[in-house]
């Protein structure tokens, strides 16, 4: 099975940017699609931005303009690069190759002033 790390979380202002990473091992990440998500406390785990592996990107309505997310292929690698943060962003942050059953740990991101 794929595993995953995610990192790069941590508490930010308002307005303030994250850049989060995740690393991929057992697999070669570059020929799958790779989603990032997040959930919230009390809220349904969703998905936040995908990048297939022709370099197609969909994000959510919510973080257009906002979020943006890309693959270091030769690091096996995928990003999600976060500006202009919102409380609302507040969230634990996962990525997910799809075509795969097993998560990560996710990242926590905390937009508080």
């Known amino acids: 099975q794929v595993q995953v790390e995610e990192s790069g979380g941590g508490l930010v202002q308002p307005g303030g940017s994250l850049r989060l990473s995740c690393a991929a091992s057992?697999?070669?990440?570059?020929?799958?699609?790779v989603g990032w998500y997040r959930q919230a406390p009390g809220k349904q785990r969703e998905l936040v931005a995908s990048?297939?592996?022709?370099?197609?990107?969909n994000y959510a309505d919510s973080v257009k303009g906002r979020f943006t997310i890309s693959r270091d292929n030769a690091k096996n690698a995928v990003y999600l690069q976060m500006n202009t943060l919102k409380p609302e962003d507040t969230a634990l942050y996962y990525c997910h190759c799809f075509g795969f059953t097993s998560w990560g740990q996710g990242t926590q991101v905390t937009v508080s002033s």
């Open positions: 990048i297939a592996n022709t370099g197609r990107t």
């Open positions: 057992r697999i070669n990440f570059s020929i799958y699609t």
